[in-house]
């Protein structure tokens, strides 16, 4: 089948780690995590300040994720010549007007508006991620550079979250946002000077992106990693009331017990970067399936409080690593069309987090917590099965 696109060319990358330039990628992803979810810990202050419900105020979260579903297959098509480090730089100015209009906007509506940009911002950064990765390290060593982005993630879980939700206590909710504006103001000019130019990748049309897809285990592979992020969030959303079941549980107990899944979370960005390049293969059917048998710990084993330390710690390990793994498993696989397939793995996973937030509370209403943990369990089985099977598809790079 022959197609007007046209030809894609790999990214081709230093002979060595760019570190400097790494670190800067994974503060700023630091930075956008912490200012997606700072809202969450800070809902009741917000809306008590605007005049407004907290599930009114929680569509600060709400909107941003739309954003990110709308602009990740679309950001390179949009600007398809656009060097990605003036794209990165771009994501964080429009992070940082977005965190400054929260902190001093009067009202709900210009608040939805700058949360809006934010999105955008967060899916410029992590549908470009895997072509930055691949400009600043070997062609051997993209995994271990995707670690870093995702580092910052999992550190933004960890600390940023709770250091802001501390700030707004201790000051106000608006100045903990002022303080994430003036950080991610100063890393985008720190992106400016620590990376070198990053030529776009081919993600030129539509037609790429479909043609992408239809390329033999593709489409498997990506409605298997839409699987695993959709088991998680189905099963995650809900985690509070699972773990409420554990017999006479506190609130310092269970904060605990979410600490670990966040800790065992940055540990598994470091040790699964420093071997997914060899190991993408085997992570990406075996990560789904530890996520699988950890909630299912949590489900049947309720009594064991050590049992369920241990599952939420494996849980948080497997999971938060798990977009090292895929896009690893798109660096390897095609890395002639890095820009579409970093897109598709970002759409894949706003969709998962819209449908697990639309279904998840309909069914968690309906049913019980138990019956949602066993739906996430079987989303992320079979999830792993399709990684499985896509991997023993023929490998095929067309033009």
């Known amino acids: 089948m022959t197609t007007t696109a046209p030809v894609p060319t790999p990214v081709v990358g230093p002979s060595t780690m760019r570190y400097g330039g790494l670190i800067v990628v994974m503060l700023l992803s630091f930075l956008l995590v912490t200012?997606?979810?700072?809202?969450?810990?800070?809902?009741?202050?917000?809306?008590?300040?605007?005049?407004?419900?907290?599930?009114?105020?929680?569509?600060?979260?709400?909107?941003?994720?739309?954003?990110?579903?709308?602009?990740?297959?679309?950001?390179?098509?949009?600007?398809?010549?656009?060097?990605?480090?003036?794209?990165?730089?771009?994501?964080?100015?429009?992070?940082?007007?977005?965190?400054?209009?929260?902190?001093?906007?009067?009202?709900?509506?210009a608040i939805l508006v700058a949360r809006f940009l934010l999105g955008a911002a967060i899916s410029a950064f992590w549908s470009m991620s895997i072509t930055v990765a691949a400009r600043l390290s070997s062609p051997d060593r993209i995994g271990r550079a995707m670690m870093f982005g995702s580092a910052g993630l999992s550190l933004a879980t960890v600390a940023g979250v709770p250091i802001g939700v501390a700030l707004s206590e201790a000051l106000d909710w608006r100045l903990a946002f002022l303080l994430i504006a003036v950080a991610t103001a100063a890393v985008g000019i720190g992106v400016r000077v620590a990376l070198p130019p990053v030529p776009p990748a081919a993600a030129s049309s539509l037609g790429i992106l479909f043609d992408t897809l239809r390329r033999p285990g593709n489409i498997g592979g990506m409605v298997g990693h839409v699987l695993v992020v959709l088991g998680h969030f189905v099963a995650y959303t809900y985690v509070r009331l699972s773990l409420e079941r554990i017999p006479d549980v506190g609130a310092g107990t269970i904060v605990l017990l979410l600490a670990l899944f966040g800790v065992g979370g940055f540990v598994g960005n470091i040790l699964v970067g420093l071997v997914v390049d060899r190991a993408f293969a085997r992570l990406s059917v075996v990560g789904p399936l530890a996520i699988a048998l950890a909630i299912a710990a949590v489900m049947l084993l309720p009594g064991s409080l050590v049992v369920v330390a241990i599952a939420v710690s494996v849980w948080g390990f497997f999971f938060s690593s798990w977009l090292i793994i895929v896009n690893t498993w798109v660096g390897h696989r095609m890395p002639d069309r890095l820009e579409a397939g970093g897109s598709l793995v970002v759409t894949g996973f706003q969709l998962a987090i819209t449908i697990a937030a639309g279904v998840g509370g309909i069914l968690v209403d309906a049913t019980s917590v138990q019956t949602v943990d066993a739906i996430g369990i079987a989303l992320l089985v079979i999830g792993a099965v399709l990684f499985g099977v896509s991997l023993r598809e023929r490998r095929s790079v067309r033009g």
């Open 35 to 109: 200012a997606e979810f700072l809202p969450n810990g800070v809902l009741t202050e917000m809306a008590a300040s605007l005049g407004v419900t907290a599930g009114q105020a929680g569509q600060t979260v709400t909107v941003t994720a739309l954003a990110g579903l709308l602009f990740a297959p679309t950001v390179g098509l949009l600007l398809p010549r656009l060097d990605r480090r003036t794209l990165l730089i771009g994501a964080a100015a429009s992070a940082t007007v977005s965190s400054l209009v929260v902190a001093v906007a009067p009202s709900l509506p």
